[in-house]
T-cell receptor, first 112, second 117 residues
Framework: QQQVKQSPQSLIVQKGGISIINCAYE??????FPWYQQFPGKGPALLIA?????SEKKEGRFTISFNKSAKQFSLHIMDSQPGDSATYFC???????????FGQGTTLQVKP | GAVVSQHPSRVICKSGTSVKIECRSL??????MFWYRQFPKQSLMLMAT?????????EQGVEKDKFLINHASLTLSTLTVTSAHPEDSSFYIC?????????????FGQGTRLTVV
């Protein structure tokens, strides 16, 4: 019940296209859902995050869509660029703890 | 944004020796820090929660005697891998909880690549 399932495992998108990564969770007590971007050999960097009382949040080219009833949330990267090529992790947190349960990760490759 | 610094970024040690990894919050005080382990092309697995001034809380299956955690101040937590063996080789990453925005946002260090030979 503590799992967060992420798909797809890998994704190839053409420059300018939309990248979509999906996550699903079981524990309805999760109340904070961040997305992290990680480059090889580096720590994850916070991209954008959402709470369950909001269905969508947009920051620049990054949008989170949240479906509370389906217990799913997704990351959309608009106008994808080669510099976006990285591994993306969704996560979920319970309460104001900062303790994160991570999805399995998605390796995104944006082709020029 | 909040800055978390980890040192060293890369370390090679001999089997049987101990290695200490430092995690510092540079521009904020963090009462709680977390230590994660990441194998190649895999996700981050939480090892333990480090609380300033108290004992760390370890996740199930993590050997507390092998992975010693000390959170001696509000800006520093250390992870010591004791009697390291090749199977301990991994990427270790810490995070610190930023006290702003309801104590929710976790910022990560740059990670430490440990290789035990």
């Amino acid at each position: 019940q503590q799992q967060v399932k992420q798909s797809p495992q890998s994704l190839i998108v053409q420059k300018g296209g939309i990248s979509i990564i999906n996550c699903a969770y079981e524990n309805t007590a999760f109340d904070y859902f961040p997305w992290y971007q990680q480059f090889p050999g580096k720590g994850p960097a916070l991209l954008i995050a959402i709470r369950p009382d909001v269905s969508e949040k947009k920051e620049g080219r990054f949008t989170i869509s949240f479906n509370k009833s389906a217990k799913q949330f997704s990351l959309h990267i608009m106008d994808s660029q080669p510099g976006d090529s990285a591994t993306y992790f969704c996560a979920a947190s319970l309460g104001n703890t900062g303790k994160l349960i991570f999805g399995q990760g998605t390796t995104l490759q944006v082709k020029p | 944004g909040a800055v978390v610094s980890q040192h060293p970024s890369r370390v090679i040690c001999k089997s049987g020796t101990s290695v200490k990894i430092e995690c510092r919050s540079l521009d904020f005080q963090a009462t709680t820090m977390f230590w994660y382990r990441q194998f190649p092309k895999q996700s981050l697995m939480l090892m333990a929660t480090s609380n300033e001034g108290s004992k760390a809380t370890y996740e199930q299956g993590v050997e507390k005697d092998k992975f010693l955690i000390n959170h001696a101040s509000l800006t520093l937590s250390t992870l010591t891998v004791t009697s390291a063996h090749p199977e301990d080789s991994s990427f270790y990453i810490c995070s610190a909880v930023w006290p702003g925005r309801g104590n929710t946002e976790a910022f990560f260090g740059q990670g430490t690549r440990l290789t035990v030979v």
